[in-house]
């Protein structure tokens, strides 16, 4: 089985589908920011490399550090844009005001070192079968930039092609492929119209490849019309057991979990 790389925004993420494929049975398990411990902190490559061996899939974080006249910018692990939040770093450090010389110097509580992005492909390429979910936040991003992830993904044998894509958080999210700056600001402005699930035409329309919404807006019917429009439907954070049993009733394609190897043995049991 062939990994698979998927750059994505805001909080869910999503695949190309046929509209004729079969709806999911069971529900893929994507470990938030990796499997984290006692010992292990989310975000680390060793979270990453748990999330792997546990679900097959792991979904993380990339901002970009600052670019200096003397330092190119880099692509790293960060879940919220105050890195001191996850690491030693000084109160506050803010990830696209700092360059890269400066946040190597820190590490995570489990004393490992902030993540690179190349750093996390390499460990991709050498651990499990699944996949990552990259979900790219903050300012510095660039069609060129999205291509540079596609170019290491390739190059590592992860997967033949990646789409890379962007999207705005809202009650909606919506991903889409990068480049068309107009259709993105009018998914922006629907979000901001309706709160409810757009219809299928809006949504062929804005030639978007997959929809996360909140879990209270999942119905069976709002599943239905995203796969029949020929997309994958993703739950954001899932941590109960209701939220388990729902994605599995209403065939979700996936969910992120804060406690993924839980949710998978409960889908190995019951979905």
């Not at 993105?184 to 996360?212: I, M």
Request: overall charge positive; hydrophobic content about 40%.
């Amino acid at each position: 089985m062939k990994k698979t790389l998927i750059s994505v925004a805001a909080a869910a993420a999503a695949l190309t589908m046929s509209a004729s494929s079969a709806l999911a049975s069971n529900p893929t398990v994507i470990n938030h920011q990796g499997v984290g411990s006692a010992n292990v902190s989310k975000n680390s490559i060793q979270a990453f490399i748990d999330g792997w061996r546990s679900t097959g899939w792991i979904e993380t974080d990339i901002r970009m550090t600052l670019e200096t006249p003397t330092e190119k910018s880099r692509m790293i692990v960060s879940h919220n844009a105050n890195i001191a939040t996850e690491t030693n770093a000084p109160w506050p450090t803010i990830v696209e005001e700092t360059p890269w010389s400066v946040i190597r110097q820190y590490h995570l509580e489990d004393g490992s070192r902030v993540a690179t992005l190349e750093r996390v492909i390499r460990a991709a390429d050498h651990h499990g079968d699944g996949g990552a979910l990259l979900e790219t936040k903050g300012i510095g991003w660039t069609k060129a930039k999205f291509h540079y992830i596609q170019k290491l993904a390739v190059q590592h044998g992860l997967v033949n092609k990646i789409r890379p894509y962007i999207a705005r958080q809202r009650d909606i999210f919506v991903a889409r492929q990068v480049g068309a700056a107009a259709r993105l600001r009018l998914v922006w402005k629907l979000s901001d119209a309706d709160p409810g699930l757009p219809t299928t035409e809006t949504l062929n329309k804005l030639d978007a490849f997959g929809l996360s919404v909140r879990w209270g807006s999942i119905t069976r019917h709002s599943v239905h019309r995203v796969h029949n429009a020929g997309w994958h439907f993703y739950g954001k954070l899932a941590g109960h057991t209701w939220k388990w049993e729902k994605a599995c009733d209403f065939h979700l394609d996936g969910f992120l979990s804060n406690n993924g190897p839980e949710a998978k043995r409960w889908m190995a049991r019951n979905c």
